[in-house]
C-alpha cells in the first residue's frame, strides 16, 4: 500500500473507533438525562411539601450543600453544573 492509502486507511479506522466510542458517550448522556429527570421529581416533591406547609420553595443553606458537593469533585465547572442544575429542579 502506499504511504497515502495507508494514511487514509489509519483515518478511516479512527473514526470507526471514534464513532463506536461516541455510542458510549450518548448512552452516558441520555442516563444522564433520565436522572436529572427524576432528580427534578424529587426535588419538586421536596418543594411542594415544603410550601405546601407554609414554607419557602427555596432553600440557600441546603443549596449552598449542593454547589459544594460538586465543586468539590469537579472544582468551578462542577460550581457552575450545580447551578444549573438547581435552576433545572427549582423549575
Ligand atoms: O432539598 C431541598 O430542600 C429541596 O428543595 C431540593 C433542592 C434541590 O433540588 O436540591 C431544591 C430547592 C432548594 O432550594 C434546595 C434544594
Do not use: K, N, W
Request: with cysteine.
Amino acid at each position: 500500500m502506499s504511504s497515502t492509502a495507508e494514511q487514509a486507511s489509519t483515518e478511516a479506522a479512527a473514526m470507526v473507533a471514534v464513532s463506536t466510542v461516541r455510542q458510549r458517550i450518548d448512552d452516558l448522556d441520555h442516563d444522564i438525562i433520565e436522572l436529572l429527570r427524576r432528580r427534578q421529581e424529587v426535588s419538586q416533591q421536596i418543594q411542594q411539601i415544603r410550601t405546601g406547609a407554609g414554607g419557602q420553595r427555596v432553600e440557600p443553606a441546603r443549596e449552598e450543600l449542593i454547589l459544594e458537593r460538586y465543586r468539590s469533585a469537579f472544582g468551578g465547572p462542577g460550581r457552575d453544573i450545580a447551578t444549573a442544575l438547581l435552576r433545572i429542579c427549582r423549575g
